[in-house]
């Protein structure tokens, strides 16, 4: 009988060897060489040139036959583009696409006449920090260049330009990477190369596959690139819009409000054409490229995506007090140039501290409505 037992515990033992060293096996196989992920990922990826616009070169890759992937703001304002396969003189034309999503900054292409092998797409929700990825792209139009880094953080309310969940890494990319390949050590495309921080080291931000993954389940059938407006003419017709929304909602409420004198229909006009200026040159002052990224994140980033995650983050919890704060900032600056136009104005009376703040509440929230209604481009 004990015989018996020494050979089932062998068995059990070898059979347990076994198993392990099968799991080792599988995973070993699951697992490439850099060499490997570079050569795979390289076949696939594709340098695009657009005619117009203000980014002219850029990266994306193959996920299907004919179908390329990259960064919407690569083939922003382009009536026509070109992809090349990297390493290679095959090119061709993009027909159009299939599928875009400005807020995530993505754009699914269709090719004519180009074909490449997909890369796999993995799983976005299972990275990890510190885990290692690589970059693929055409940095600067260096074509066919790899990157090797970290995941350094997930940013759950994205970065300025981009809403939503970004990954942040230590994999170099430049301007020209954007729309490229950042895969894990399985070979697997886990995000799309989007954008760099240049007010530090190492601050570089790609698309969760995922928001990928989603774009594609939506995609139909191929629309031609469209030329958009330049960001010269976008910003042109928002300050306008912006000077004439509340210029209009100062006039409105300061001429015909009972408890505000404004005596006549001239003074009313000039107090609301100057805050409709005002604002303007502010919004100019504080977008202004020279000033630190926070100033602009401050005006113009989105709010957070899930207030009971920023409620419990430690990174998200003062984005969301920015966002508080934001309002009741704007509030009290208009009511400070209400306070010194009544005093400055002869004709124009508030009547009190309290009511002065009433106004500039009631400013605040009719103006925040029209642009609801009207969305500034």
């Known amino acids: 009988m004990e015989n018996i037992m020494k050979k089932k515990r062998k068995v059990l033992c070898s059979l347990t060897i076994l198993w392990f060293l099968l799991c080792c096996t599988i995973i070993a196989g699951q697992a490439q060489t850099p060499e490997q992920i570079a050569q795979n990922a390289l076949n696939s990826t594709v340098i695009l040139t657009t005619t117009i616009g203000r980014n002219s070169q850029g990266s994306g890759f193959f996920v299907g036959d004919g179908v390329v ?98 990954i942040q890494m230590t994999a170099p990319i430049s301007e020209g990477s954007s729309g490229g390949a950042v895969l894990n050590s399985r070979g697997e495309v886990i995000g799309i190369a989007a954008s760099v921080r240049n007010d530090g080291q190492n601050l570089n931000f790609a698309i969760p596959v995922n928001a990928l993954k989603a774009l594609l389940n939506r995609a139909g059938p191929v629309r031609p690139l469209v030329a958009e407006p330049s960001d010269a003419k976008q910003n042109t017709l928002a300050n306008l819009l912006n000077l004439i929304i509340l210029s209009l909602t100062v006039f409105g409420v300061i001429h015909f409000l009972p408890t505000v004198n404004a005596n006549g229909w001239i003074t009313a006009a000039g107090i609301a054409a100057g805050f409709g200026v005002i604002k303007v040159v502010g ?70 501290f309290f009511n002065t703040y009433l106004v500039a509440l009631l400013i605040i929230v009719i103006e925040s409505v029209v642009h609801s209604l009207i969305p500034i481009l």
């Open 69 to 166: 992937v990259t960064n919407h703001h690569v083939i922003k304002g382009a009536t026509a583009a070109t992809v090349k396969l990297v390493g290679t003189e095959q090119e061709s034309d993009i027909e159009g696409y299939i599928a875009i999503d400005a807020d995530r900054d993505l754009a699914i292409l269709k090719v004519a006449n180009l074909y490449a092998p997909p890369l796999p797409l993995g799983d976005s929700d299972t990275i990890r920090v510190a885990e290692t990825v690589y970059a693929v792209g055409n940095p600067r139009g260096l074509e066919g260049t790899v990157s090797e880094g970290i995941i350094s953080n997930i940013q759950p309310d994205g970065n300025s330009g981009i809403r939503g969940e970004v």
């Open 283 to 352: 919004i100019g002052i504080m977008t202004n490229p020279a000033l630190p990224e926070g100033v602009e994140i401050f005006l113009t980033a989105p709010p957070p995506n899930d207030i009971v995650h920023a409620l419990n983050c430690a990174n998200c919890f003062p984005k969301l007090l920015v966002y508080i704060i934001k309002p009741l900032a704007y509030i009290t600056t208009t009511a400070f140039l209400l306070g010194i136009a009544n005093k400055a104005v002869p004709k124009f009376e508030l009547n009190g």
